[in-house]
C-alpha cells in the first residue's frame, strides 16, 4: 500500500516532556526529598484501567515521582478515603481510575478530590475556567489554571504534530484550522472541543446523537467559543463535515467502531484517544501524521499538572 504519510507514536511526544518533569522533580528536592507523591485510586477490575495504572506508576518511578495504586474492592470506602489523601499533606496529587460506579456518582466522587491535588484536571473550578477560556486562577495572573489532562494532551500532541502555528498571537494559535472531534464526553471530547475552539479553530464535535460546530464567531470576534448544532447525527452530515477538516479527532469506545476512511481528506491529521483503534489500517493511504494512541503524553500531562500544583501551593503559601 501507499503510505505517503508517517505514523508518529505518543512514547516519541511524551518524551519531550521527560527532561521537563525531572528538572522539576529536582527543583522540588528540598520540598521533598524523596520526590512527590502521586496517589492513584482504583476500585475497578477494568483491564484498560489497570494498565493505565501500571504505565503510570511506571513513568512516575522512572522521573523520580513517587507513585502510590490504593486498591478498594468495595467502592464504598472510596470517598472517605480519598478525603484523607486529601488533608494528608505528604500526598501532592490525586487521581481516580474510572468507571468506579459507572454512573452520575462517578461525577460526584471526581468532586471530592480537592482542586490542590486533582493532577487530571477534572474539578469544576477547571472545567469552568477552560469553558470560559480563563487561563489563570487568580487576578494577578501568578497561578496557571489546571486543564483536564486528556484534552491537554492532544493539545500538545497538535503543538508537536506542528499544527498550532506559533508566528500565530498567543491564543489564536489553530486560527484557519478545521477539526473534527467524535465523542462528546464531558472528560475528552466536549473540553477538547471547546479548548481547541478558544485557540481559534473551527471544531465539528460529533456524538451519536447530533453534530455540533465549536468556533469563537467570524474573525474570532469572541473571547470565548460559542455552539451551534447542526443537526442530527447522520453518514452524510459527518462526511461533509470531514470533506474540508485538517484533523480528525477520534475518541469512541467501542472495538468494533471504524472511521470512515473515505471520508477523510487526502493529508488530514488523524489522531485516536480512544483505548481501541477508531481508524483502520489503511488511514495511513490517507493521512499525512498518524498518532494511533494519546495515553503515554495523556500521563505525561498529570505528571506535569502535579508538578504545576505543587507550585501553585507554595506560590499560595507565600502570598
Ligand atoms: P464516553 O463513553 O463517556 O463517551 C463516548 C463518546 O463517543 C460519546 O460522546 C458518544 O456519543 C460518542 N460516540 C460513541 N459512539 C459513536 C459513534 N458511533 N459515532 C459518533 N460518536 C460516538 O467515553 P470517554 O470517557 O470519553 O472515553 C472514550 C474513549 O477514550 C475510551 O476508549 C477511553 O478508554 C478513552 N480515553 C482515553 C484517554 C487517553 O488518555 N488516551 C483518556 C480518557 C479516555
Not at 73 to 79: I, R, T, V
Not at 288 to 294: D, H, I, K, R
Amino acid at each position: 500500500v501507499n503510505k505517503p504519510g508517517r505514523t508518529i507514536l505518543a512514547s516519541t511526544i511524551s518524551k519531550i516532556y521527560d527532561e521537563e518533569i525531572r528538572q522539576k522533580v529536582e527543583s522540588l528536592r528540598p520540598l521533598r526529598p524523596e520526590g512527590p507523591l502521586l496517589v492513584g485510586f482504583l476500585a475497578n477490575s477494568d483491564p484498560a484501567a489497570e494498565m493505565y495504572a501500571r504505565w503510570t506508576q511506571k513513568t512516575s518511578e522512572a522521573l523520580g515521582i513517587r507513585y502510590e495504586l490504593r486498591r478498594f474492592a468495595d467502592k464504598d470506602l472510596l470517598e472517605e478515603n480519598i478525603i484523607e489523601a486529601n488533608n494528608d499533606d505528604g500526598v501532592d496529587g490525586i487521581m481516580i481510575y474510572f468507571p468506579v460506579f459507572g454512573n452520575a456518582q462517578d461525577q460526584y466522587l471526581q468532586q471530592t478530590v480537592c482542586k490542590e491535588k486533582d493532577v487530571e484536571g477534572l474539578n469544576h473550578v477547571y472545567y469552568q475556567n477552560l469553558y470560559h477560556n480563563v487561563r489563570y486562577l487568580d487576578d494577578h495572573e501568578t497561578l496557571k489554571s489546571i486543564l483536564p489532562c486528556t484534552p491537554l494532551a492532544i493539545v500538545k500532541i497538535l503543538e508537536y504534530l506542528k499544527i498550532y502555528n506559533p508566528l500565530l498571537p498567543d491564543g489564536n494559535q489553530m486560527y484557519g484550522k478545521k477539526c473534527v472531534v467524535v465523542n462528546r464526553s464531558e472528560i475528552v471530547g466536549r473540553p477538547l472541543a471547546a479548548l481547541l475552539a478558544n485557540d481559534g479553530a473551527t471544531v465539528y464535535s460529533v456524538d451519536v446523537n447530533n453534530i455540533q460546530k465549536f468556533t469563537r464567531g467570524e474573525g474570532l470576534s469572541a473571547i470565548k467559543h460559542h455552539v451551534e448544532d447542526l443537526g442530527d447525527y447522520s453518514e452524510q452530515l459527518l462526511r461533509d463535515v470531514c470533506r474540508d477538516a485538517d484533523i480528525v479527532i477520534t475518541g469512541v469506545p467501542s472495538e468494533s467502531y471504524k472511521f470512515p476512511t473515505e471520508y477523510i481528506r487526502d493529508g488530514a491529521i488523524c489522531i485516536n484517544f480512544s483505548s481501541f483503534k477508531n481508524f483502520s489500517e489503511d488511514v495511513k493511504t490517507k493521512a499525512s501524521l498518524y498518532v494511533p494512541m494519546t495515553g503515554k503524553v495523556t500521563i505525561a500531562m498529570l505528571l506535569r499538572n502535579m508538578l504545576r500544583l505543587v507550585d501553585n501551593r507554595e506560590k499560595i503559601k507565600a502570598m
